[in-house]
């Protein structure tokens, strides 16, 4: 018989403007929420400007976000309650991996790139944690914005 994961599932919340600017520029950052973009930065990105659309982007950036924090969170309860047997704490998020956003534009379908911010993020919250985050993007693309970011 196969054991089971144990795993929970979670809404993924909405970044936040202030999360967003731990990568992203804030003029860029707020023309795409105001829907304030041209028709070519729209195409660049690959759809257009919507209400839900933004939704998306915020939530697919606050998902990947959570995930990481879910493992800062259980680390540091670790370090509390210590067991050598533990499996090494994980977490997922399966509407992330928007990884062509660059610090001021958007391209490929990634507005924002949530593996970027949910790195700074972090990096910034759990500094006696983490020091340094390595990002493997197997995509073809070398996920572009994210080499830059």
Not at 93 to 121: K, L, P, Q, R
């Amino acid at each position: 018989e196969q054991d089971l994961v144990d795993c929970e599932f979670v809404v993924s919340p909405l970044a936040t403007v202030e999360e967003l600017e731990t990568t992203h520029s804030p003029e860029y950052i707020r023309r795409f929420l105001e829907g304030d973009q041209t028709e070519r930065e729209q195409r660049n990105v690959g759809f257009p400007w919507s209400l839900e659309g933004v939704n998306r982007a915020l939530s697919s950036v606050g998902g990947t976000m959570a995930a990481a924090c879910s493992v800062c969170r259980e680390l540091e309860r670790r370090q509390v309650h210590t067991s050598t047997l533990e499996v090494a704490p994980w977490a997922a998020h399966i509407a992330g991996g928007t990884h062509h956003a660059f610090y001021d534009y958007g391209e490929g379908f990634s507005v924002f790139s949530d593996i970027a911010v949910a790195a700074n993020v972090v990096l910034n919250r759990y500094p006696h944690l983490v020091k340094r985050i390595l990002i493997i993007d197997l995509d073809v693309h070398q996920g572009n914005g994210n080499a830059v970011l």
